[in-house]
């Protein structure tokens, strides 16, 4: 032997345990132990065509979940289809057949007969990273206690017409003309996006209710495109969709109770019902002094809509940055999922709630891990009808800095990491159809959302994709096969960003160099060596 250099072991001996080497660094650095594939249905009735996937899908928690999303990446179903639709699989058939075990079953693909549904439940594809393409599927589960789900996923659009049940929209109006800062004449008009023009300000009459608006069938919000950057609340008495019709009479009628409901918040000079804002000695600063605010609608689906901010150059007492913001809602849900990026990174940015007297101030618990979910909420008469109202920011207990309070505004001051942040904000009505009528039954309610969010459904894939792969006997051939295919999709998926000042995708919280960053650089090192004259 040379001195200086290994000899190169044979790939037979290193494949099979480099491949469990590598999957282990995978598994260590995501978090999460590998979950037991479902298994497979047995016949009842024929399927026209094999499902791309299987899906079982778990609910954690030992109360029923109602209108529960559950996102499925294209990546995860391993398929590029451009469209996709989703079958319920009946459960007891696979409950009964006490054979189907994961060892001994035959592909899930070709043994998926147990549909039972005539036609695909409601789904929605969607992009959740923002970045402009559709990137998987969403789907919503009502479940029972503890219940089990299965999914039949196929490679083809839904053959059915969905109630649309969230919307989000800007509207400005066109064919009038600007005289100083009033907007005279014209209609109004929905667009894609929309920059505000340098005339615009509060009250211009430009802006259909001031900004854009975004609603489930729960209830409705607008935030204010100007110097004040407010959040509102359009409270609602209908399940069905009402921003369309808001406003088109100008600004007074949606401030009084009609046949859909009406705007119920003051928001003054607050954060109103979950705005963002720069905590700076004592107080916080809007979002007021921008050099453009913009808005465009990034989805506007039946089952998922959202919208982007973005406001370049915000001057803060310390620094100027670009903040964006994506604000986005499932339907049958009162949440509002927000989440922020500044560059330069404003370390204090602050989120809260506007203060009003006669309510009740409410924490969630802090006895919890730093990942889990907790809430600050107000409770009260605090609606502009003076109905019980309650509001709520939600976020991740290790997110936050300081709870604290200034003039107008009780305020989460929150850390942001690499110049990121997520939170939800949410409001409760009463008069709501089936809405929460007291302050038991919101902190009720609160808690489960936080549950709900902190432990996600359960699932487990098994696609046609996979199977195939994993077909026949494995050789070290093979090993080095997957290997390399599992090293390059934990590189597209967040090995990348693996570096100094990076962003660690699976913990959200900055890149740390510990034990599961370096087996898994050692895998890398360890394949290109078993690998380096693999195609």
Not at 368 to 381: D, E, K, M, N
Request: proline share 6%; charged share 25%; hydrophobic share 35%.
């Amino acid at each position: 032997m040379i001195p200086g250099l290994i000899p190169k072991p044979p790939r037979a001996a290193i494949a099979i345990p480099l491949l469990t080497a590598l999957l282990a660094g995978l598994s260590a650095c995501s978090d999460k132990a590998p979950e037991a594939e479902p298994p497979p249905p047995t016949s009842k009735t024929a399927v026209e065509s094999k499902p791309v996937a299987m899906v079982e899908v778990a609910n954690p928690s030992n109360f029923a979940r109602s209108d529960q999303p559950v996102y499925l990446s294209r990546q995860a179903l391993g398929t590029t289809a451009e469209h996709l639709s989703v079958w319920v699989v009946d459960a007891q058939s696979i409950v009964e057949d006490a054979q189907s075990t994961v060892e001994d079953a035959q592909s899930i693909v070709e043994d998926a007969q147990s549909i039972v549904e005539d036609s695909p439940i409601p789904s929605q594809m969607v992009d959740m990273d923002g970045d402009g393409s559709e990137d998987g599927l969403l789907v919503l589960l009502n479940f029972d206690p503890a219940e089990k789900k299965y999914l039949a996923i196929k490679d083809s659009p839904a053959q059915l017409k969905i109630k649309s049940r969230t919307q989000a929209e800007i509207s400005a109006k066109q064919g009038g003309k600007w005289e100083e800062h009033k907007y005279i004449g014209g209609t109004f008009k929905n667009l894609d996006s929309l920059i505000a023009p340098p005339a615009h300000t509060d009250h211009s009459g430009y802006i259909r209710y001031e900004g854009p608006g975004i609603e489930s069938d729960k209830v409705g919000y607008r935030i204010y495109l100007d110097w004040r950057n407010g959040f509102d609340i359009f409270g609602k008495t209908t399940s069905a969709l009402a921003l369309q019709n808001v406003g088109q009479d100008g600004f007074e009628s949606y401030h009084h109770l009609s046949d859909w409901g009406m705007d119920i918040l003051k928001v003054g000079d607050s954060l109103g019902a979950g705005g963002f804002g720069y905590w700076h000695d004592g107080r916080v600063e809007a979002v007021s002094k921008v050099n453009q605010r913009a808005v465009r609608i990034s989805a506007n689906g039946p089952l998922l809509s959202s919208f982007e901010l973005t406001y370049k150059n915000w001057q803060t007492t310390s620094l100027k940055t670009d903040l964006s913001a994506r604000l986005s809602m499932v339907a049958g849900s009162r949440l509002v999922n927000a989440t922020l990026k500044s560059n330069p990174a404003v370390d204090k940015l602050a989120i809260g709630l506007v203060k009003h007297d006669n309510t009740q101030w409410i924490e969630g618990s802090t006895d919890i891990t730093g990942r889990a979910y907790t809430y600050v909420a107000s409770y009260g008469p605090q609606s502009l009808n003076d109905d019980n109202l309650g509001m709520a920011l939600i976020f991740r207990k290790q997110d936050r800095a300081e709870q604290t309070e200034d003039e107008h505004s009780y305020v989460s001051v929150m850390k942001t990491p690499a110049g990121k942040m997520e939170y939800y904000f949410l409001a409760a009505w009463e008069k709501e159809p089936g809405g929460i009528k007291n302050q038991q039954e919101f902190i009720q309610y609160l808690e489960r959302e936080i549950e709900k969010l902190t432990l996600k459904p359960r699932v487990s894939i098994k696609s046609q994709l996979s199977t195939e792969a994993k077909a026949g006997p494995l050789t070290p051939e093979q090993a080095t096969d997957w290997a390399v295919k599992l090293a390059d999709a934990q590189l597209q998926t967040s090995a990348l960003d693996y570096r100094y000042g990076g962003w660690d995708p699976v913990r959200a919280r900055p890149l740390e160099f510990e034990y599961t960053t370096g087996l898994l650089m050692q895998g890398y090192d360890e394949l290109y060596r078993a690998a380096s004259d693999h195609n």
